[in-house]
């Protein structure tokens, strides 16, 4: 049985490994089953909750694909370290205004002009619930971190 300080201790690893990768690409599936893929910024770190949070537009596809299957998984990669991370979780729609206020950070100003005033600006929460991971020490085999 994983204790809370355990998870808290996987969630830390998990945070190192992804802290300087910067972007994720983050799947969905459509409406049709299909599996739908892009790239989002990482917004600050994984919370002891084992949480990641990404800034959104309310109205995108992703977020209507969500809606009908919480299932996603989130991969990352850094070609200089050889290291391949990929993350399955649940996502779901965040609103909250004071939420979004203090994940906010300067670097999301490409994609949102407007900043907190942006037209249906929203989060994207993910719940971690199963994480992997492959470097250049490692073999075919993944190391399962959660």
């Known amino acids: 049985m994983t204790t809370s300080t355990d998870r808290n201790q996987q969630f830390y690893q998990l945070d190192k490994l992804i802290k300087d990768i910067g972007f994720g690409m983050l799947t969905t599936v459509d409406e049709d089953g ?3 893929s ?5 917004n600050n770190e994984i919370d002891f909750e084992g949480v990641l949070w990404f800034f959104t537009d309310a109205r995108s596809h992703k977020v209507l694909e969500i809606q009908h299957r919480q299932q996603v998984n989130v991969s990352f990669s850094s070609l200089e370290k050889q290291q391949y991370i990929s993350i399955s979780g649940t996502a779901q729609l965040v609103t909250d205004h004071n939420k979004l206020q203090q994940l906010w950070q300067p670097e999301l100003q490409t994609w949102f ?4 005033e942006e037209p249906d600006i929203a989060l994207l929460k993910v719940n971690i ?3 992997d991971y ?6 075919s085999q993944p190391q399962k971190i959660i």
């Open 113 to 116: 002009p407007k900043g907190l």
């Open 129 to 131: 619930n199963k994480a």
């Open 34 to 36: 299909s599996l739908h």
């Open 134 to 139: 492959w470097d250049n020490r490692s073999s």
């Open 38 to 42: 892009r790239p989002m910024f990482v």
